[in-house]
Every structure is written in structure tokens, then in C-alpha cells.
């Protein structure tokens, strides 16, 4: 057995460990930080396929910035754990047999013959001067320009559908009715002109104890 293979069980061993236990972990911080130790070994596991700004990239972006957020407003929440456990047996036959379907419609594609993972064989050895950065920019912006523009609008929506999901019951909602936006035209509805009776603005005199004061100063200096 070959030190890449040794290191590849051992990095996926760990990764469903941290997986597991950030799904059944008590504490919120914990599940957090059990999510950080799955994504640095998925990260390492990127490392040993030869797809190092893979790896860099997810330790960067999701345990640096996404995680460590997480981290924080997990933190600072007052998260009652016994009132966010409940019914958690109750949706736990649902939630299984979902998962159970998911693994076996995986396994599935994995043993089939149409996949023939044998055909892909060990990874060829890649040039000194190769740049898998510059590669990969030109598959998703060529080859994949189509699903990648796909991916961006639906994480747009889904981050539009979250807002909307928090605000919805606010007292002081900040969104406007399609509606209203359609029935507006160019004449009405979007400017009204108000006319107002000019103010002009007229100096006041001085009073006569303040004159004969300024006066008086002036003398003396």
C-alpha cells in the first residue's frame, strides 16, 4: 500500500468523523468547530489529488472568513439548546430514511458499470511549469461558463430568499410590493410638485442699548 493511499483513507476517516459529529454535536460551538476540522482535511485532501489552489482556496474562504463567522454569531446568540432540540426524535425517522436513500443512490453510481472509476487510473505526473490555477480558469469560463453562471444566480437567489425569510415578520418590513412598482407610471405616483409661497428673509434692526454700546466701543479702541 502506497503513502498517497494510506494518507487518503486516513484524511477520509477523519473527514466522516468530523461530519458526523458536526450533525449530532450538542453545542453549537462544537458542531462549528468540527465543521472547521472537515473542511482543513478536505482541503488537504484537495492537496494530495494535485489541486493545491483548490485547497487553499477552501482553508481561505470557508474556514477563514464563512466558519469563523459562523463561529461568531454562534457565539454571541443566546442559543437555547434544549428549545432548539426538540423534536428532533420526532423528525429523526424522516430525516434517516432521507438519508439512507441519498447513500444508496450514491453507492449505486458508484458500482455501476456505466462509471468505470477504473478508467480514470492514477493520476499522471504534471509538469514543473503547470498552473492548475490558469487551467481552471479557462474550463469555467469556456467549458463550464453556462453551469458556473447558473451556480451564481442561485446563490443569489438563495441569499435573496434568506433575507426575505428573516424580515418577514418584522414590524417595519424594508421591501416593496411588486405590485405597487408595476401600477406606477411616468406622469403620477413618482414626482408631485409642490408649490410654496416664497419666504424672504429681512435683517432686523439692531436695538438702540446695542448701537449705542458698539458705538462706545469703538471709541475707546
Same mark, same amino acid.
Given at each position: 500500500m502506497s503513502f498517497q493511499l494510506i494518507m487518503f483513507y486516513t484524511l477520509a476517516a477523519i473527514i466522516l468523523f468530523g461530519a458526523l459529529k458536526t450533525?449530532?454535536?450538542?453545542?453549537?460551538?462544537h458542531a462549528a468547530l468540527y465543521l472547521v476540522l472537515t473542511f482543513c482535511m478536505s482541503a488537504m485532501m484537495w492537496m494530495l489529488m494535485q489541486a493545491e489552489f483548490l485547497g487553499i482556496t477552501l482553508v481561505v474562504v470557508y474556514v477563514g472568513a464563512v466558519m469563523v463567522l459562523f463561529l461568531f454569531v454562534v457565539m454571541m446568540l443566546n442559543i437555547d439548546i434544549e428549545e432548539m432540540r426538540k423534536g428532533f426524535w420526532r423528525n429523526a425517522p424522516a430525516a434517516l430514511t432521507v438519508?439512507? =436513500?441519498?447513500?444508496?443512490? =450514491?453507492? =449505486?453510481? =458508484?458500482?455501476?458499470?456505466?462509471?468505470?472509476l477504473a478508467a480514470f487510473g492514477p493520476m499522471n505526473d504534471i509538469p514543473a511549469d503547470y498552473s492548475n490555477v490558469r487551467d481552471l480558469g479557462s474550463q469555467i469560463y469556456t467549458t463550464y461558463l453556462l453551469p458556473f453562471e447558473l451556480a451564481a444566480v442561485l446563490l443569489v437567489l438563495g441569499m435573496v430568499a434568506a433575507i426575505a425569510l428573516v424580515h418577514r415578520k418584522s414590524a417595519n418590513p424594508k421591501r416593496i410590493d411588486p405590485a405597487d412598482q408595476v401600477k406606477v407610471d411616468a406622469k403620477q405616483g413618482r414626482l408631485r410638485m409642490v408649490k410654496m409661497a416664497a419666504v424672504v428673509q429681512t435683517p432686523s434692526a439692531p436695538a438702540s442699548g446695542e448701537t449705542d454700546d458698539t458705538a462706545d466701543s469703538e471709541n475707546k479702541a
Open positions: 450533525v449530532t454535536a450538542k453545542n453549537p460551538v438519508g439512507v =436513500l441519498m447513500a444508496v443512490a =450514491l453507492i =449505486l453510481i =458508484l458500482v455501476s458499470p456505466k462509471t468505470n
